[in-house]
């Protein structure tokens, strides 16, 4: 079975998403701010309270400010950090991730044709596809993977036969 495929910038970065959401847990972002949060909070009573106990005259504002302040800055270089990150992590319009190529189940293994090159996976390398909402990522390594949007498929039924003998082949390969 051969699917043609065209990948976009917005592919990749579907597929940089997945493998983020993958090594962190699908629940670790929310757990990592609210345990900010929780911290910025307890800080904030804790200055309060240090400022009932002090002499008159003595303030927890400068603590609670600088408290707040260094958590905001901490959070902007974070996001920062990641920009940099994502925009050296982007793929070249003329390299071997973007653009159209030619995906094909044969005997042997996946074949993956594009006009820069062409290469073979072998089944037993091949594990399950992981599906998404638009995408099928067959995962070769942590971090690295082949991309196969929804939309090569003319219909849904297309796209089951290839994951139904996708996953037939995988399954059945010997290591």
């Not at 592919?11 to 972002?29: C, E, H, I, N, P």
């Not at 071997?96 to 090159?117: C, F, H, M, N, V």
Request: aromatic share 8%; net charge positive; with cysteine.
């Amino acid at each position: 079975m051969k699917v043609q495929i065209d990948i976009t910038a917005a592919d990749y970065d579907a597929l940089l998403k997945f493998v983020q959401a993958r090594a962190m847990g699908s629940s670790r972002g929310g757990i990592i701010g609210r345990v900010l949060l929780v911290s910025v909070c307890f800080g904030a009573a804790f200055g309060l309270a240090m400022a009932k106990t002090q002499p008159s005259g003595t303030s927890a504002t400068p603590f609670i400010l600088g408290l707040i302040g260094g958590v905001v800055f901490l959070y902007t270089l974070g996001l920062l950090s990641q920009r940099r990150l994502k925009r050296g992590m982007t793929p070249a319009e003329d390299g071997y991730i973007l653009g159209p190529k030619e995906i094909e189940l044969t005997d042997e293994g996946l074949r993956t044709t594009s006009p820069q090159a062409a290469a073979i996976f072998y089944w037993p390398a091949i594990p399950a596809p992981d599906l998404t909402k638009g995408h099928i990522f067959i995962m070769l390594d942590r971090a690295a993977g082949l991309i196969i949007p929804n939309r090569s498929f003319t219909s849904d039924a297309q796209r089951a036969a290839f994951i139904e003998e996708l996953r037939n082949r995988a399954q059945h390969a010997s290591p």
